[in-house]
């Protein structure tokens, strides 16, 4: 597994971390068992990022991390959470004291006096350029309650906004091959300026999986039955936005153009971490298979493994299809 600079922190990363929004809420049910044998699964392959939230399962993700932390010292894995979504995104709403008693829930919840990395959770974008809004996170760090802060976005120009701001570690964003602009300007800016870059949402809420067909169901409380069209939500959370049918033909398209042995979730994962900017990529998992496949598809980056593929080809095709199935729809919305 390899590991990248978070920012300016002087932690690394790994490659390949871990989202986990499904061991919250949204994605149907996962146990307590379940949920620790995907922690577990996931630091044995290599895995030293956890991204949760302080609202995925109303703070059900974060206990659940820091639970699992505390009964495997020195495991050396870094927590990124985020906050901003406990109340209406309204722009009074993101203020110190909320700040700070967000962040007081959420060292309670993972058991530590100072949290690793906090991240607004897509804010509005008055929220991202208000000077006073990095001012209370400054403050927070100067106190110890968070070591280091950054900005989880919708849109390309709120990352540009975040990264703007001196004092932001990451920018999170999603960005996979069926939402292509962060390429335009978010990755090389984020570079530019010392910012990590984590992409989530990188398999399109499991369309990239190749394991969906027109006929899958989702459970009632999983986001992919209530969100396609943004009912809960922004709808680009569900499915990266892409029209469920549409998904399914430009997954396919893009499975056909692997060679025999590589799945297309580990191409498009190894696709994504390689490209110039990103610091991380944060899958899901539900399981400890899925969780150990995504992890295993950091060694794709590596030559020396014997297990490389060519994400050049695999590059050639993603722009491809994107071009021909998903540009004109997905590229000027976010």
């Not at 699964?41 to 109303?58: K, M, N, P, Q, W």
């Not at 091959?177 to 984020?190: G, I, M, Q, Y």
Request: charged share 20%.
């Amino acid at each position: 597994m390899q590991h990248r600079p978070l920012g300016r922190t002087g932690r690394d990363v790994s490659a390949i971390g871990l989202g986990t929004w499904q061991l919250g809420a949204d994605w149907g049910s996962v146990s307590e068992a379940d949920a620790t044998a995907v922690l577990a699964a996931s630091i044995e392959r290599g895995v030293t990022l956890f991204d949760t939230a302080d609202v995925y399962g109303d703070g059900r993700s974060e206990s659940l991390i820091g639970g699992f932390l505390a009964q495997n010292p020195g495991h050396g894995i870094t927590v990124a959470t985020k906050l901003g979504r406990r109340l209406p995104q309204l722009a009074e709403n993101y203020n110190a004291q909320n700040f700070r008693d967000w962040t007081d829930r959420s060292r309670r919840n993972l058991g530590v006096d100072t949290l690793d990395l906090v991240q607004l959770h897509c804010p509005p974008t008055e929220v991202i350029e208000d000077d006073a809004t990095f001012a209370a996170l400054d403050d927070l760090v100067a106190d110890g309650a968070i070591a280091a802060y950054g900005v989880s976005v919708e849109t390309c120009a709120q990352a540009l906004a975040a990264i703007a701001h001196p004092g932001v570690t990451n920018v999170q964003i999603i960005f996979n091959p069926f939402r292509l602009k962060p390429l335009d300007e978010v990755l090389p800016a984020a570079a530019g300026a010392g910012v990590a870059v984590f992409a989530r949402v990188p398999l399109a809420s499991g369309l990239l999986s190749g394991r969906y067909t027109a006929s899958t169901t989702f459970s009632a409380d999983d986001h992919r039955t209530y969100n396609r069209q943004g009912a809960a939500f922004d709808r680009g959370e569900t499915f990266s936005g892409v029209d469920y049918g549409v998904g399914l033909e430009a997954a396919a398209a893009l499975a056909a153009s692997l060679p025999e042995g590589v799945s297309l979730p580990a191409a498009t994962l190894a696709w994504i971490a390689s490209r110039p900017g990103v610091t991380t990529v944060i899958p899901g998992a539900r399981n400890v298979a899925q969780a150990e496949s995504n992890a295993d598809a950091g060694a794709l980056l590596d030559a020396d493994t014997g297990t490389a593929i060519d994400l050049a080809a695999f590059d050639v095709a993603v722009h491809e299809v994107y071009d021909r199935l998903l540009r004109e729809a997905i590229h000027p919305l976010w």
